[in-house]
């Protein structure tokens, strides 16, 4: 089945500091990744749209400027969150999308749980 | 803008009973439902998927069935065991965007 992992699974910084998290599609190729955040007690909120080689979609009130976005490949993406804060505490999950004959499935990673001191 | 609801929020069985979860959602041009399992402080576990022009989808124990026009959707849970206790999330695709449900934390007590 297709595979998606997350690296690293937990991350403590410092305020101030910039996190890079990783989103990789182990066995296929991914046509469109997404990322969720998840507060405690709370359900997935989604972040941003990304395809390879082009811009992310954010959502409404997610700063694209705080939360870089980058999709270099079909298998790799990266979220930054840059000058993290302590209310950027969170659960990150990314998924991957492959397309098939129903329609899309999305595969999700296993989380990366930030937290900024 | 779809919305999708889980109702109960949380629920507290002892072991054995046959419980069901629901989820509704507000726009019916969906391409499937999934429903998720998710152990605290852990990622996703996909447990089943209806095509929208399913009806219904199992895997031992569990039976996920889709009622488009409506806009509803019921995970069955039989005989439930501890090892059930867990959130449990709706999410419908439309397109190959994903909205999820608030969940319904499932306790199953010994």
């Known amino acids: 089945g297709a595979v998606v992992s997350q690296h690293p699974s937990w991350v403590i910084c410092k305020s101030g500091t910039s996190v890079k998290i990783e989103c990789r599609s182990l066995?296929?190729?991914?046509?469109?990744m997404f990322w969720y955040r998840q507060f405690p007690k709370q359900s997935l909120m989604l972040m941003a749209t990304?395809?390879?080689?082009?811009?992310?979609?954010?959502e409404q009130g997610v700063e694209k400027d705080k939360f870089l976005i980058n999709h270099a490949s079909l298998t790799l993406s990266t979220l930054t969150v840059t000058s993290a804060h302590p209310e950027d505490s969170s659960f990150y999950i990314c998924?991957?999308?492959?397309?098939?004959?129903?329609?899309?499935?999305?595969?999700f990673g296993p989380g990366t749980r930030l937290t900024v001191l | 803008k779809q919305e999708v609801t889980q109702i109960p929020a949380a629920l507290s069985v002892p072991e054995g009973e046959n419980l069901v979860l629901n989820c509704s959602f507000t726009?019916?041009?969906?391409?499937?439902l999934q429903w998720f399992r998710q152990d605290p402080g852990k990622g996703l576990t996909s447990l089943l998927l209806?095509?929208?022009?399913?009806r219904e989808q199992t895997s031992g124990r569990l039976n996920a069935s889709l009622d488009k026009s409506s806009g509803r959707s019921t995970l069955y849970i039989a005989a439930s065991q501890p090892g059930d206790s867990a959130t449990y999330l709706c999410?419908?695709?439309?397109?190959?965007?994903?909205?999820f449900g608030e969940g319904t934390q499932l306790t199953v007590n010994p």
């Open positions: 998924s991957a999308t492959e397309a098939d004959s129903l329609g899309y499935t999305q595969y």
């Open positions: 066995d296929f190729q991914a046509t469109t």
């Open positions: 990304s395809n390879e080689g082009s811009k992310a979609t954010y």
């Open positions: 726009d019916s041009a969906i391409y499937n």
């Open positions: 209806i095509q929208s022009s399913q």
């Open positions: 999410a419908v695709a439309s397109g190959s965007r994903l909205t």
